[in-house]
C-alpha cells in the first residue's frame, strides 16, 4: 500500500496546482486524504464506465484529468449525473484527484508532449506566466508542411483516423500552435505569434469561422484524441514512481463523439 499523500505529492510535482486556471477545481475531490492505495486507475474523464470499471476491479484512486465534481455542488444527490458518481464512488471507497488544467500546462504536461510529438522546435508556451510556463504551446517546423500533412502527422500522432480542419489543404505551415481540450480561448494568443495554423482538441464554429478570416489554419481531432493519450502516459509514470502499486490506464474508456 501506498499513501494518498505520497501519490499526490508525486502529481503535484509534476503539475503544480498553481498552474491550474482560475475557474478550475483540481486537487483531491473525493475521498480522504490520509487514504491509502495499492490499485489505481487513470483515466479521462469519470463516466457512468470508467466508474463501475474502478469499482469492479477494487481501484482505490482514479486519477481523472477532467474534475469531479467540475462545478460547485449545492446538494449530493443521485438526482444529478456528477452527484451520482460522486455517491457511488465514495461508497466503494474509491477516492478522486484531478490534475486537470494544471497537467495542461505544466513543463512535463499535455500541451508540452503535443507539441513535441508534432515535431516542433523552439517549442513555448502560448501564454506564459511569472514562472515562464502556462496554457499552450507554440513553435516552429522545420521543414514547413501543408495543413493536409499537419492534418495526417495530427492523425498519427494521436492514433486516429479522423480530424476535422478550417483552412486550404495546401497553405504552407511553419509557425504552430498547439492546445489540447476546448481550447478555442487561445485562438487570439496565436495570431498575435502570427502562427499559421493551430492544433487544438474542439472549439466553436464562430471561433473556425474567425481562425479562417485571419488566416490561421486549424486542426480539431476531437476534445477526447487531444488528452487521451496523456492518460496513458500518466498511468506509466505513476508505475515508474510506485511500483509496488497495480496503476492502469482505463480499458473501458470511449471517446462519446463518434465518427463517420
Not at 158 to 167: D, N
Not at 237 to 254: G, K, M, Q
Request: charged share 20%; glycine share 8%; net charge negative.
Amino acid at each position: 500500500m501506498v499513501s494518498f499523500a505520497s501519490i499526490i505529492a508525486f502529481l503535484e510535482q509534476l503539475a503544480p496546482p498553481s498552474l491550474a486556471e482560475e475557474w478550475d477545481n483540481v486537487g483531491l475531490l473525493v475521498g480522504r486524504r490520509r487514504g491509502e492505495a495499492d490499485r489505481v486507475m487513470t483515466c479521462l474523464t469519470i463516466t457512468p464506465a470508467t466508474a463501475a470499471e474502478a469499482i469492479r476491479a477494487g481501484a482505490d484512486l482514479i486519477v481523472a484529468h477532467h474534475p469531479l465534481p467540475f462545478r460547485p455542488l449545492t446538494k449530493l444527490t443521485d438526482e444529478t449525473t456528477p452527484g451520482a458518481l460522486a455517491l457511488d464512488l465514495a461508497s466503494a471507497g474509491v477516492a478522486v484527484y484531478s490534475p486537470h488544467t494544471a497537467l495542461d500546462s505544466a513543463r512535463e504536461g499535455i500541451n508540452q508532449a503535443l507539441a513535441e510529438g508534432l515535431g516542433l522546435r523552439g517549442i513555448a508556451p502560448l501564454e506564459p506566466g511569472e514562472n515562464g510556463l502556462g496554457p499552450g504551446r507554440h513553435g516552429w517546423l522545420a521543414p514547413a508542411v501543408t495543413l493536409a500533412e499537419l492534418v495526417d502527422r495530427v492523425r498519427a500522432f494521436l492514433k486516429v483516423e479522423h480530424a476535422h480542419w478550417v483552412g486550404a489543404a495546401e497553405r504552407s505551415v511553419r509557425t504552430l500552435a498547439v492546445a489540447c481540450g476546448a481550447a478555442g480561448s487561445l485562438l487570439e494568443a496565436a495570431c498575435r505569434l502570427d502562427c499559421d495554423a493551430m492544433v487544438l482538441g474542439e472549439t466553436s464554429f464562430h471561433a473556425c469561422i474567425e481562425a479562417e478570416a485571419r488566416g490561421v489554419g486549424l486542426v480539431l481531432p476531437g476534445h477526447f484524441a487531444s488528452e487521451r493519450f496523456a492518460v496513458e502516459t500518466l498511468a506509466a509514470r505513476l508505475a515508474e514512481r510506485f511500483p509496488d502499486v497495480e496503476i492502469w490506464p482505463s480499458r473501458d474508456e470511449r471517446d462519446p463523439i463518434q465518427w463517420a
